[in-house]
């Protein structure tokens, strides 16, 4: 999905004329935490409530305050997971979406952002959760693919993160059914650290914990 695609035209934009107490009533009906400035439907750049809260006074334009602005925006072509990123590095409620010409086209809203987010992951499809922790030399998607499927059922979405201290992987698998404690048990089989899951057999986790724990301590 484009970021074109996710644009919202409802949320108001700045003129460098625009007074600070009209920005500031703007950003509190729209509660937002920013909103664009352009000039000429050029792109300016993002005013926020914090330094238009610091303005010696809430008559002068906002002109004033351009040193501030916030060069935040993503192109019109980008994958929409530009435009989270955008958010979370910048830290705001808006993300302006601009054309080749720096025309700013719309803004991209966090409520909009986090709706797109959970159709790309699957969030709307019922089915179980596996989370995985593995050394990242392990990570194999296609044997993850296997033994999934080895149990008739299909991968809706993966997901992988790396933790900053340890460097291990951690991997999430969102599946198509919520009857998961037989691939639970396969990916145990195959030696697989299974942090936790989510489904039909929710109240089995303990069980298997303890078991694992009993192996362990046969083991040694």
Known sequence: ????????????????????????QLISDFRVTHLPVISEDIYLGLISEEDLLDAESEKEPIESLQAHFLH????????????????????????????????????ITTPELLKALGGFSGASEIGGIIV???ERIRFSISE???IVESNDATILHLNTTVHPETGMLTVTIHLNKKEIAAIVATFERYDYDILYYFGNENF????????RHLMNYLDI
């Open 1 to 24: 999905m484009l970021t074109i695609e996710l644009i919202n035209n409802n949320i108001p934009r700045l003129q460098l004329q625009d007074s600070v107490s009209k920005a500031l």
């Open 72 to 107: 935040a925006s993503v192109n019109e072509n980008e994958h929409f997971l530009n435009a989270v990123n955008c958010s979370n590095q910048f830290d705001t409620t808006v993300v302006p979406v601009i054309n080749e010409e720096k025309e700013l086209m719309g803004v």
């Open 132 to 134: 995985l922790e593995m």
């Open 144 to 146: 993850i693919s296997r």
């Open 204 to 211: 089995e986790n303990e069980i298997h914990s303890n078991y």
